[in-house]
């Protein structure tokens, strides 16, 4: 028997690594090329392999940029690795919209998320396999691969909320997460050990 109403999802989530199959995906990378100014070693970012891959996002948008009341979704795989002694992360960002929250939880690897209010207070929270971050409303996220493996992790956001990256080009986040006898630290006026 033939269902013509029960139809496949567009979009499959693979529980295990956290990836997004299906038309309607769109992925793009970050290379160290592109990464100008996002580490405070920029000299070691200009030795470095150009090509070589940083952050990976595959993103699920169903509904129109701008939209009140829809939700977006989203893959990032962040390679291992480090620029000098900062380890390989996004570029971070607020919501255009501030007044929108997200979720990140952690499928793959080991990280951290690195969080910033307007007052420029960070802190910040270890990312596993299964653990679930709530990033309230205003606040500037980044996520850090402290790992030797890919740390891979699923975003689900509002499709109003938009990107500032402008504000993180221009100042930065207060702390950097970086390696200090094998172990990460978030340097900031209080370093945080994890
Ligand atoms: C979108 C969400 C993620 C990031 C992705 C890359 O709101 O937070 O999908 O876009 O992790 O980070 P970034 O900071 O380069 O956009
Ligand atoms: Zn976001």
């Not at 891959?53 to 962040?78: K, M, R, S």
Request: glycine residues 8%; hydrophobic residues 35%; contains cysteine.
């Amino acid at each position: 028997m033939q269902n013509e109403i029960i139809k496949n999802s567009l979009v499959n989530l693979d529980i295990y690594s956290g990836q997004l199959t299906g038309k309607p995906v769109i992925k793009s990378i970050k290379k160290i090329a592109d990464l100008k100014n996002v580490f405070a070693d920029e000299e070691s970012r200009f030795t470095m392999q150009q090509d070589k891959p940083v952050y990976e996002v595959e993103v699920y948008l169903p509904e129109e940029e701008d939209t009140e009341g829809g939700l977006y979704f989203g893959t990032t795989i962040i390679h291992p690795g480090k620029v000098g002694s900062e380890y390989f992360m996004t570029r971070g960002h607020f919501h255009a919209k501030r007044d929108t929250a997200e979720y990140y939880w952690g499928m793959q690897g080991e990280g951290v998320l690195i969080l910033m209010d307007s007052e420029r207070n960070i802190w910040a929270e270890k990312m596993i396999p299964g653990s679930l971050h709530y990033i309230n409303r205003a606040l500037a996220h980044r996520v850090a691969n402290t790992g030797a493996s890919p740390l891979i992790f699923n975003a689900c956001w509002p499709s109003d909320a938009g990107h500032n990256y402008e504000e993180i080009a221009q100042n930065g986040f207060a702390a950097r997460l970086i390696e200090e006898n094998s172990q990460p630290v978030l340097k900031s006026e209080i370093e945080v050990k994890f």
